[in-house]
Every structure is written in structure tokens, then in C-alpha cells.
């Protein structure tokens, strides 16, 4: 048994100064490192890898906090406990921060060259990338840093040549010419999970088209009149009676008197526009899938930066906005833009930059979803893999269900290189350099094509040396769906990845289940034959008090790092966990962590107490007392405990984490400190006081830890204890012969009734240190014997100087009454307050309560200030009644008290 003498306990508690010396203390020890060589369970999560880019921010501590308290739960559980950490290379934001800083130098990725440029972003990586990982150690993570992987370093450069390899030879991966969605500003494909759409206030414009050989024409509406140079054809549906009479026939594409078939096709909306249709293959998915059922041409009008290339004609070289802001005042110059109507439509931004992206004909690299999603549905369907909360159950199911072909390939230069060569001779001699189209799960092949896992010398077909890499990397998401294997470095089979592989929960925000958790499910199934995870942690966005998001250029951001400075690490962990409600979003505010730090001095100053109040020189307890050796609020305490650990212990192992902290705050600050210390002090030195005492605080800072890491240590190593640290200290065990419902049922009564003395005296402003005359009455036998045992706790915890308890006792002139149930409370006033003077300021009170009332009643009824004023201030003023209606209430029942 271990402890610190008590003068060594500070008063305030410091978390500068005790957190990092721990954080230190934890790593020399090793406590953080996991072993496949151990017959332990293996409790697993893989960290989601924030961008080497990142900076710790309230969403990756929402994240880290969950996982740490999941890791230091099960290893105090006794499970190998094993977080695997890492960052991602994050190849578009990484290229595009490594990019502005060559700008500042008046350089350029181009200028500098592939190989170059490559060198200075590794350079950035070394000198930047783990920043966050140094703050994630800021917030008490206890990941095995010795295993922190990145997602370009060699072993998992290595799986991803394998899984693209196997994918490929599998025919689940092509290369064809698509509609993708291009970012111009970072020149780029993007999948449509990349894509952020918001809708936009834009104008439908209306637009003429003259049909050949007649004195007829189309109206066709569109939001993109720039497109219309690459429009190839107009249609209508084929039961639209306004326009059948024109099917066959040929339009004209104004500005540039383009011949355009007019076809008829089921997939055209007769109800959107005027229900005849502009059709541009290269710049429309809907249109590029009429054009290969119609043999349409596609006309591509773009460069990569957007804009108009030469079959734009008069609008080449410009941009494409000043190119919509020509077309449009060039088609009212020649009276063929009839109309023009305000229109809101969901526009696609860059995830990255913001910038509105383009649909754009491209040759792609993709991989066919739809066989390797069948089996994650199954997955998730037969119960294998669950989601927390169940609802996004549905959310995966239905994207699953409705998957497209990911479009793989990035046309930047930091990434993993797509492992494609070409024999250029092979492809000259071929006789036709058309794209070829893919058939799902046949090998895709293509004159001169090697997909190979390492770099061939020579082409396997004719001999030739001089082979071309694919310039183009593969998406960042394509070596981050690997990441529950990957990191134990398959495809190398070795007993890590055996033992730790299925990992056993995933924590993360719903934002990326598609970008991430749907596809590490496919890649999990396909390639290790088993679901990646059991388990699925959802977890919301941290907003602010309003209910926006979190950002720097809205000004509402709070720092993770500056709480941490002010408040310390437990506080934020406290803070962000306590408003943590399942699956919902984060409502995040500075007073939340005011209220952690609160908290952590409550249980500093309650552990200070008991280590003062212990006897050094007594010997520590050798055997546990048996529960009749101990009091009845001994017992309480004891029973409350063990229920406690129960309760915490459930809620943890069914991801219910604010639940868990709020049963231990309950417990820590209002049972264990308001209550049992407090009744505890006038028998404070005996042995079976102090033996409670030790016990109660013991296990109540052991069920904090996985919460509040430092300070359950720190305190930990000062009290009596057995062991090096609280982390691998054991997992408090309920022992069901200590609950004691009977107990508990009693001591529920006399809290309440002493509260309601309490709140008599609060009422009427009694000072504390004054004493009263409490006079209870109640007609059960049993209400009747409980308070009567417990008389002397009632006398202590509420101030009385005489208590009276019976069945037919009489209400005191000149008191207040507070009823609980069937009980009937009377705290005499007299000689406390003259009752003259209250009863004026009590009827002055009334007064002005009821005058607020009727004012906010007259404001409430007023229907133009209810059509006029924003609901929240409509929603306050409600609030404001409400509550001036709960204090009429108290101050007319005060007034009936004075008799």
C-alpha cells in the first residue's frame, strides 16, 4: 500500500503543472504499447488519420476524447489495448498549402517540376505534419505512438500498389471517358462524395431555337446558358404532345449555327422549363447518358482552368462567367433570349476550396462498386458490423444500395502514383486510340497499358524500354479505405494483423461515412475476408451555442489548445464529453469547460480533505468490515457506489458516454460530497469511517479515469493505493452483497427532507448560521420511523436546533411548510424575520411580477409583432413568461406561509 504524506497535497490543484510530468510518466512506462504476444482479448481502434495540414481543432478533441476513454476503459478492463494512430497525406489540401507557399515565393509546382516540388512537400511534412499528433499528446491520447503510420509511408505505399493491382486483375478497375465533376482551381477530378452542394440563387434563362426549314422554334430553359456552345442535340419526352410534330427534325444552336438533332427520350423531365431540353454530353451527366444512347457527339467547350476552348468559337479564351455575362447579352442583342426567371438550384462546390465545380468530360480511372458493396451490406444487415446510433443504419444501407463507380484518379502530383505505365510504341500501333468502354468483371485492356505492383523495365509485350508512368495520383480516400489492415502491415500476413484485425469500435462523425467508413467496409470484406470493425461510433459536428458550425472565418471558433491552457486537459475532456448527447451535434461554449475545470477542483479539494483527515498513524484496513459494522449512511454510500459502477460501467460499454459522466458527477460532487462527506466529519477518525472513505474515493477516481486522465492520477498516486498508475489499475467490480435498496429508499427520504429544509431557509433568507425549529408531520408508520432514526442526520446537515416528528403534531404559528409526498414539513419563523416586513416586500414583489406579466402577455398577443419579430426573440420572450410565471407561484405560496 502506497501513499504521500498529506502536506505534499497542494491546495489548488495546477493542471500545468502536473499534466505533461504524466503524459511523460505514462510513455517512459510503456503503458500506451500493445503486443500480439499476450493471451489478453485484443481491444482495437484505428485512429480516423487527421491531415498532416491539421491543427488540433474541437472536432478532432470530440473524436480523440471518445476513443481515449473506449481505450483506457478496456485496458483497465484488462484487454491488450491497442490505438492505432497516424495521419493522412491529404494530397489535394496538402498540394494547395505547399502551392501558396511556393506562390509567396513567386514560384510554381510547374516551374519547379514533378520531382522538385515532390521533395518540398516532403520537406513541409517533416518540418509540419505532426503538429497534431504533438497536440493530441496535449489532450492525454493514449495511442501506441511507436506504431503511428502514415498513409505514404512504405508499407502502405505497398498495399495500395496491391489492392489497385488485385482490383484491377479482378476487373473491378477501368479507365474510361466520363462525366466527372472538375475542380478548375485545383484541376482535379473530384467523386461525388467530394462535392459540397448549396443552393444558389441563379436565374433560368429562356432561350430560342429555331428549327430548320421552318418558321417554328424551342424555347429551352437553362441555368448554364456558357454550355449551350456544346450542346450537340434538343430533346423533348416522347408523350410531351407540344413538341412531337418536331421529332426527326433539326435545330439551330444560336451564336454558332450549329445543326442539332431533336430527339425524343423517356429520361427528359416534360415539367422542368418548358419540357424541351438542351443536350451537352461533355458538360451534363443526365445529357452524356442520352448521348451514348442517341450516338450524340461530344463537344467539350473547356480547358482544365474553365475556360472556353476553340469550340467556344468568338468565345474562346474567356472565363466562364464573363463567357455567361457575353452569350447573355449577346442573345438580347439578337432578341433570342426571351426571358429570364430567378431560380434557386443546387450548385457543387470543391470540398477543398469552395470553388463551383464542372461537370467535364474526362478520361478517368475508376473503380466498379457495386460487387464490392453487396457483401458490406450484408454486413451491416446481418448485425456483423452496427452502427451507434442505429439510425445512420439506414443512411449507409441506402448510399450503399445506390452506389456509382468511384472515380479514383487526381490530377494533382502529391499522392500515391497510379501504378499504370504505357508502351508508347504499342500504342502508335494500335489501330484505334478510342477509350475502351469496361464491362463489369472482365480485365480492362487497352493497347500498351502495364498495371504492374513494381515499376517494369520493359514492356511485356514488344520489348520497349522507354515506358510512361500515369501522371495522375490516386484519390486520397483510396489508401485511407485500406487503414484498419494496412496499418498492421498487410498484405504481409503476420500475427499483429491476425491478432488486432478485426479492429473492435470505429469513432467517427457522420460527415465522412461515406467518404470513409462505407468504403474501409468494401476494402475490409474484399481483402481480408472479414468486416474491419464490430462496431460504428457516430458521433455529430461540434457547433457553437447558436447551432453553427465551428470555423475561423466565422469568428466562433474556440481552441482545443487555448481551453487546454486555461483550463486544463481534464476540463476540456469533461467539457466536450458532458454535452456529448448520442449522435447529436455538439452545442460547444467556453462556460462548457468552465464547468470541467469546476468539476476537477471539486474532486481535488474532496480527495485534499480525505487525505487530511486520514490518521497516519493508523495501519490500513486489512480485511473489508463487515456492512453491520458499519452506520446506515456508510452503507449508503457503499450502495450507491456499487450501483454507480454498474451503472457507468453499462453506459460505457453501450457508447452512451455523456450518461456515463453525468452519473459520475452526480455521484462525485452531490452523494459523495454534499452528503457522505459532510455526515462523515463528526466521525472522521475512526477506522471505519476512514476505510469507507479511502474505498469510496478510490473507485470513484478509478471509474473518472478514462474521463479525466491527469487529475485521477495525480490524486491516485497520493492516496493509499496498490500499484505503479491509475491507468492499469483494475476496473472497479460492483459487489452486489453492498446494495442495499432498503438502505437507499431510506436515506432518499431524509435527503429530501433535509433539501426541503434547506430550501425553506433559502426562501426566506435565513443566515446559516442560524439554527431553527423544524416540525414534521406524517401519517405512515413507516415515513414516521425512518425519520425518526435519522433524526440526528437531519439535525446536522439542515441546522436545527429542535426537531419535532409525528402523526398529529400542529403547524406552528408563523412558519413556512414544504411539502414532500405524504410528509408535511413546518420550519418556524418567528424570531428569524419580522413577518410584517417580509410580508411587504413579498405583496411589493407580487406587484411588480404581475405588472412584467401583463406587458409581455400584451406583446405575445400582438399578431404583428409575432409576424414581424425573428423567432428567437419571440422564443426568449416565452422563455421570460414562463419564468415570471414560476415566480409568481413561489412568491403567492411564500405569502401563504406567513399565517
Not at 462498386?369 to 446481418?382: D, G, S, T, W
Not at 482545443?560 to 466536450?576: H, S, V
Request: charged share 25%; glycine share 6%.
Amino acid at each position: 500500500m502506497q501513499t504521500q504524506p498529506a502536506e505534499e497535497f497542494p491546495k489548488a490543484y495546477n493542471p500545468k503543472q502536473v499534466e505533461r510530468a504524466w503524459y511523460q510518466f505514462w510513455l517512459k512506462k510503456g503503458y500506451f504499447k500493445a503486443s500480439s504476444q499476450t493471451r489478453k482479448r485484443p481491444y482495437t481502434i484505428v485512429i480516423p488519420p487527421p491531415n498532416v495540414t491539421g491543427i488540433l481543432h474541437m472536432g478532432h478533441a470530440l473524436n480523440n476524447t471518445l476513443q481515449d476513454i473506449l481505450i483506457r476503459f478496456k485496458r483497465m478492463q484488462g484487454f491488450e489495448t491497442l490505438w492505432m494512430p497516424g495521419t493522412d497525406h491529404a494530397g489535394i489540401a496538402t498540394q494547395n498549402v505547399v502551392e501558396k507557399a511556393l506562390k509567396e515565393e513567386g514560384l510554381s509546382r510547374h516551374a519547379l517540376g514533378r520531382e522538385k516540388f515532390l521533395e518540398r512537400v516532403w520537406k513541409w511534412r517533416e518540418k509540419y505534419g505532426n503538429t497534431i499528433i504533438r497536440q493530441l499528446h496535449r489532450l492525454g491520447c493514449s495511442c501506441d505512438w511507436d506504431r503511428t503510420r502514415f498513409t505514404m509511408d512504405e508499407g502502405l505505399s505497398r498495399a495500395v500498389r496491391e489492392v489497385f493491382v488485385q482490383l484491377y486483375e479482378k476487373g473491378l478497375i477501368y479507365r474510361g471517358k466520363y462525366i466527372i465533376n472538375w475542380c478548375p482551381r485545383c484541376q482535379t477530378a473530384l467523386s461525388d462524395e467530394e462535392v459540397q452542394h448549396r443552393d444558389i440563387t441563379g436565374h433560368l434563362y429562356f432561350i430560342k431555337y429555331a428549327v430548320e426549314g421552318t418558321d417554328q422554334h424551342l424555347t429551352i430553359a437553362t441555368t448554364r446558358p456558357e454550355t449551350m456552345l456544346g450542346d450537340t442535340a434538343v430533346g423533348f419526352h416522347p408523350e410531351d404532345e407540344r413538341y412531337k410534330h418536331l421529332a426527326g427534325k433539326t435545330a439551330i444552336l444560336p451564336l454558332l449555327n450549329r445543326e442539332l438533332r431533336i430527339i425524343m427520350d423517356e429520361a427528359i423531365d416534360p415539367k422542368f422549363g418548358t419540357g424541351a431540353l438542351k443536350i451537352t454530353p461533355a458538360h451534363d451527366p443526365v445529357d452524356f447518358n442520352l448521348a451514348q444512347r442517341h450516338g450524340l457527339e461530344f463537344v467539350n467547350i473547356f480547358n482544365a482552368d474553365a475556360t472556353l476552348n476553340d469550340a467556344a468559337g468568338p468565345f474562346k479564351g474567356l472565363d466562364r462567367f464573363e463567357a455567361r455575362r457575353k452569350i447573355i447579352s449577346e442573345l438580347e442583342d439578337r432578341r433570342i433570349l426571351l426571358e429570364t426567371k430567378e431560380h434557386v438550384h443546387a450548385v457543387g462546390h470543391c470540398y477543398r476550396c469552395q470553388t463551383i465545380v464542372e461537370p467535364y468530360l474526362s478520361l478517368q480511372w475508376f473503380v466498379h462498386m457495386k460487387p464490392l458493396a453487396r457483401p458490406a451490406i450484408a454486413a451491416v444487415r446481418e448485425g456483423r458490423t452496427v452502427f451507434i446510433p442505429k439510425r445512420w443504419t439506414k443512411v449507409y444501407l441506402k448510399w450503399m444500395n445506390n452506389i456509382k463507380d468511384w472515380c479514383v484518379s487526381r490530377q494533382i502530383w502529391w499522392g500515391h502514383r497510379i501504378p499504370v505505365w504505357y508502351c508508347e510504341p504499342c500504342r502508335a500501333s494500335a489501330s484505334s486510340q478510342e477509350t475502351f468502354m469496361h464491362s463489369a468483371g472482365k480485365v480492362y485492356t487497352e493497347p500498351g497499358l502495364i498495371v504492374s505492383r513494381t515499376e517494369p523495365a520493359r514492356c511485356p509485350a514488344c520489348g520497349h524500354s522507354g515506358l510512361t508512368q500515369d501522371p495522375d495520383v490516386l484519390d486520397t480516400w483510396f489508401s485511407s479505405w485500406l487503414w484498419p489492415f494496412s496499418t498492421f502491415g498487410w498484405p504481409e500476413k503476420n500475427k499483429d494483423l491476425k491478432f488486432f484485425y478485426p479492429t473492435s469500435s470505429l469513432v467517427t462523425g457522420y460527415e465522412i461515412i461515406f467518404f470513409w467508413v462505407a468504403r474501409m467496409m468494401m476494402s475490409g470484406l474484399e481483402f481480408m475476408g472479414k468486416e474491419p470493425f464490430r462496431e460504428v461510433y457516430i458521433h455529430g459536428i461540434v457547433r457553437d451555442e447558436t447551432g453553427s458550425k465551428m470555423s475561423k472565418s466565422l469568428g466562433n471558433a474556440v481552441d482545443p489548445i487555448g481551453i487546454i491552457e486555461e483550463f486544463g486537459a481534464d476540463a476540456l475532456r469533461y467539457g466536450i464529453i458532458s454535452i456529448t448527447a448520442e449522435g447529436q451535434d455538439v452545442y460547444a461554449s467556453k462556460e462548457k469547460f468552465e464547468v470541467g475545470r469546476n468539476f476537477a477542483n471539486k474532486i481535488w479539494n474532496a480527495a485534499r480533505f480525505v487525505l487530511l483527515s486520514l490518521d497516519p498513524k493508523a495501519p490500513p484496513a486489512k480485511k473489508v468490515p463487515r456492512p453491520s459494522g458499519l452506520g446506515a449512511m456508510d452503507r449508503w454510500i457503499l450502495s450507491r457506489l456499487q450501483e454507480t459502477i454498474l451503472d457507468v460501467t453499462d453506459c460505457l460499454e453501450k457508447s452512451r458516454f455523456n450518461e456515463a459522466i453525468s452519473i459520475l458527477y452526480d455521484f462525485f460532487w452531490h452523494q459523495f460530497c454534499d452528503w457522505y462527506v459532510e455526515l462523515a466529519k463528526p466521525t472522521i477518525r475512526t477506522p471505519q469511517t476512514q476505510w469507507v472513505l479511502t474505498t469510496v474515493l478510490d473507485s470513484a477516481l478509478r471509474l473518472l479515469h478514462p474521463f479525466m486522465p491527469f487529475i485521477t492520477e495525480e490524486i491516485w498516486q497520493k492516496i493509499p493505493h496498490e500499484g505503479e498508475s491509475i491507468m492499469v489499475s483494475a476496473w472497479p467490480k460492483a459487489n452486489k452483497k453492498w446494495i442495499d435498496p432498503k438502505i437507499e429508499t431510506e436515506a432518499d427520504l431524509v435527503i429530501s427532507e433535509i433539501q426541503a429544509i434547506r430550501n425553506v431557509r433559502s426562501a426566506w433568507q435565513i443566515s446559516p448560521k442560524q439554527h431553527v425549529t423544524v416540525v414534521v408531520k406524517t401519517t405512515r408508520d413507516r415515513e414516521l420511523q425512518i425519520l425518526k432514526n435519522y433524526s440526528t442526520v437531519i439535525v446536522q446537515m439542515a441546522k436545527v436546533s429542535s426537531l419535532q416528528i409525528g402523526k398529529n403534531v400542529q403547524r406552528p404559528k408563523e412558519s413556512a411548510v414544504a411539502n414532500i409526498g405524504r410528509v408535511e414539513t413546518y420550519v418556524v419563523l418567528s424570531g428569524l424575520i419580522d413577518i410584517q416586513v417580509e410580508r411587504q416586500r413579498i405583496e411589493a414583489a407580487l406587484n411588480d411580477v404581475e405588472k412584467m406579466i401583463q406587458g409581455l402577455q400584451r406583446r405575445l398577443q400582438n399578431e404583428e409583432f409575432l409576424k414581424k419579430a425573428p423567432k428567437d426573440i419571440v422564443d426568449r420572450e416565452r422563455r421570460k413568461a414562463e419564468e415570471l410565471e414560476n415566480r409568481k407561484k413561489r412568491l403567492e405560496e411564500n405569502l401563504r406561509t406567513l399565517v
